[in-house]
C-alpha cells in the first residue's frame, strides 16, 4: 500500500503564495506520474498540474506562470509552489501519484490519492 498525506493548504489573500505538499509513504520503488487536481464544489475534478518522471510538465492554462510542480526524490514528496493566487484558485485540491511498489514478494502498480486540502483564497 502506498499512502499520501498532502499538507500546505490554508487561507491567502489575493496575490499570496502557498505551497502544497504531497508526501508519499510505502515501499515505493519508482513514481512515474505526479498531479496536483482541484475541485469545487458543484464541478469535477480538475487537473492543474502533472509531472513526469522524466521531468516533463504540463499545466492548466489557468495556472500557467503561477504554479510550479517539482518533486523530491529523497522524500517521495511532490510540491506544487502556487504564486499570485487569485479567489478563483479557490479548492480543495488533491495530489495524486502513479507508480510501482513492492510487498516484499512481487511489484504492483500503484495509483494513490492525497486526502485533499483546502486552498481559500479571499479577495
Known amino acids: 500500500q502506498v499512502q499520501l498525506v498532502e499538507s500546505g493548504g490554508g487561507l491567502v489573500q489575493a496575490g499570496g503564495s502557498l505551497r502544497l505538499s504531497c508526501a508519499a509513504s510505502?515501499?515505493?520503488?519508482?513514481?512515474?506520474?505526479m498531479g496536483w487536481y482541484r475541485q469545487v464544489p458543484g464541478k469535477q475534478r480538475e487537473l492543474v498540474a502533472s509531472m513526469t518522471s522524466g521531468g516533463n510538465t504540463n499545466y492548466v492554462d489557468s495556472i500557467k506562470g503561477r504554479f510550479t510542480i517539482s518533486r523530491d526524490n529523497a522524500k517521495n514528496t511532490v510540491y506544487q509552489q502556487m504564486s499570485s493566487l487569485k479567489p478563483e484558485d479557490t479548492a480543495v485540491y488533491y495530489c495524486?501519484?502513479?507508480?510501482?511498489?513492492?510487498?516484499?514478494?512481487?511489484?504492483?502498480?500503484?495509483?494513490?490519492w492525497g486526502q485533499g486540502t483546502q486552498v481559500t483564497v479571499s479577495s
Open positions: 510505502g515501499n515505493i520503488l519508482a513514481i512515474n506520474v
Open positions: 495524486n501519484l502513479k507508480g510501482k511498489y513492492t510487498n516484499g514478494i512481487r511489484v504492483i502498480d500503484f495509483d494513490s
